[in-house]
Nanobody, 123 residues
Framework: QVQLVESGGGLAQAGDSMRLSCAASGRTFSSYFMGWFRQAPGKEREFVSSISVSGGTKYYVDSFKGRFTISRDNAKNTVYLQMNSLQPEDTAVYYC????????????????WGQGTQVTVSS
């Protein structure tokens, strides 16, 4: 079992950068594939990025490649999402997720979720 707590969200202006963090409880963080999802107002939750247990494999939605970077620090039980060149359309609640299996845009069942952190980008 793993519990996830996101932080780092808030208000930003277009063009700003922001780094989200997701801290995991427990001693098995390094055995979990980690992912970031987001849900904008009135829209379905969507996959943003994910990272393998070692950090050696990363997945991104094409539209985020080059702007968003996922990373993890297994010693700190934390996964990060660095977001650059933020735009108003990035406004959403960002969720951290964990799974023993791989997380991709096609993954249907993900057992562990954080409570989300709000990111609001103004123009």
């Amino acid at each position: 079992q793993v519990q996830l707590v996101e932080s780092g969200g808030g208000l930003a202006q277009a063009g700003d950068s922001m780094r989200l963090s997701c801290a995991a409880s427990g001693r098995t963080f390094s055995s979990y594939f980690m992912g970031w999802f987001r849900q904008a107002p009135g829209k379905e939750r969507e996959f943003v990025s994910s990272i393998s247990v070692s950090g050696g494999t990363k997945y991104y939605v094409d539209s985020f490649k080059g702007r968003f970077t996922i990373s993890r620090d297994n010693a700190k039980n934390t996964v990060y999402l660095q977001m650059n060149s933020l735009q108003p359309e990035d406004t959403a609640v960002y969720y951290c997720a964990a799974s023993k299996g791989a997380i991709t845009s096609a993954t249907m069942q993900i057992p562990h979720w954080g409570q989300g952190t709000q990111v609001t980008v103004s123009s």
